[in-house]
């Protein structure tokens, strides 16, 4: 499986961006897929995850009410919401995939997760 994040950007304070992770071979279905972000010297951090079929959702407290994960099993993608960006979601974005139940591979975070392709920049900023 491969997976690649596409759609940051450089926005201002409090405007919207939607990334999108596509995901290439495999059974995209079978997988939970994660967001995760990066800032340099730091660990990577969840920010939102979504089951396999779309049924169960979870977000980093950071996020929720802000950002909406979603995902189209049809078209192999996973999209990412984000609205009322403010400067500290300034971060390098991630997707990956797990093959574990939803549950356990949201509570053991970015451990749980795999091919993480390259991530898309996000930048907010005035």
């Known amino acids: 499986v491969q997976l690649q994040a596409s759609g940051g950007g450089l926005v201002q304070p409090g405007e919207s961006l939607r990334l999108s992770c596509v995901a290439s071979?495999?059974?995209?279905?079978?997988?939970?897929i994660g967001w995760f972000r990066q800032v340099p010297g730091k660990e990577r951090d969840f920010v939102a995850a979504i089951s396999q079929l779309g049924a169960t959702t979870r977000y980093a407290d950071h996020v929720k009410g802000r950002f909406t994960i979603s995902r189209d099993n049809t078209e192999s993608a996973v999209y990412l919401q984000m609205n009322g960006l403010r400067p500290e979601d300034t971060a390098v974005y991630f997707c990956g995939g797990s093959p574990l139940p939803f549950s356990q591979a949201v509570r053991r975070g970015a451990l749980a997760f795999d091919w993480w392709g390259q991530g898309t920049q996000v930048t907010v900023s005035s």
């Open positions: 071979g495999g059974a995209f279905s079978t997988y939970g």
